[in-house]
């Protein structure tokens, strides 16, 4: 059964602290995606990976860096956490054009 | 560019009642097209994908045709159970492409 799991399911940080969120898959995907979750904007591309090491920024990438070392890890990292990054964060990974597989997400409240 | 519209929610149905949920779509070039569906406290999963015109994904008992002359690919059930409640995200992909673009997603509450 496919996998994607994410390091943490509730987080609670404070104003400027630094955020680390990780993501494993273990489908061998090349690509793995980072998304965040609000009510009434559904799901907005925070950046993307097609291999590793490399990287492209979604459409909200603004606060957010990432880091793809191995295949099956994508860490989204919020350099110095603002009250506006309070969210749910989504990690999925997919091969080729199909399917998106989602790790179960990650609430973040930052204080 | 390229966008998803959907209906807004929240829908609420009895159980066993008939259920739409509108989604159109605006694309460059020939996109694929998804439903995925999100209950609470997961993350979102497919529920059925179309890759061409004509189409009809199905799972579950939902149904959703890609129709390109009107850009839309409603999903349908015939009898929902209090079991569907969820929140639902109608996607494109652009063949080619990496990035996947989501509505904004519907929530459905079944009434027993």
């Known amino acids: 059964d496919v996998k994607v799991t994410q390091s943490s399911r509730y987080l609670v940080k404070r104003t400027g602290e630094k955020v680390f969120l990780e993501c494993v898959q273990d489908m061998d995907h090349e690509n793995m995606f980072w998304y965040r979750q609000d009510p009434g904007l559904g799901l907005r591309l925070i950046y993307f990976?097609?291999?590793?090491?490399?990287?492209e920024k979604g459409d909200i990438p603004e606060g957010y860096s990432v880091s793809r070392e191995k295949k099956e890890r994508f860490s989204l990292i919020l350099e110095s956490a603002s009250t506006n990054q309070t969210s749910m964060y989504l990690c999925a990974s997919r091969q080729g054009p199909e399917t998106q597989y989602f790790g179960p997400g990650t609430r973040l409240l930052v204080l | 560019g390229n966008s998803v519209t959907q209906m807004e929610g929240p829908v609420t149905l009895s159980e066993e009642a008939f259920l739409t949920i509108n989604c159109t779509y605006t694309?460059?070039?020939?996109?694929?097209l998804f439903w995925y569906v999100q209950y609470p406290g997961e993350g979102l999963q497919l529920l059925l994908k179309?890759?061409?015109?004509?189409d009809k994904g199905s799972n579950k008992g939902f149904e959703a045709t890609y129709r390109k002359e009107t850009t839309s690919f409603h999903l349908e059930k015939g009898s929902v159970q209090v079991s569907d409640s969820a929140v639902y995200f109608c996607?494109?992909?652009?063949?080619?492409?990496?990035?996947?673009?989501f509505g904004a997603g519907t929530r459905l509450f079944v009434k027993a």
């Open positions: 996607a494109l992909t652009l063949t080619g492409g990496f990035k996947t673009i």
């Open positions: 694309a460059t070039g020939y996109p694929s």
């Open positions: 179309a890759t061409k015109a004509d």
């Open positions: 990976s097609y291999d590793v090491k490399m990287k």
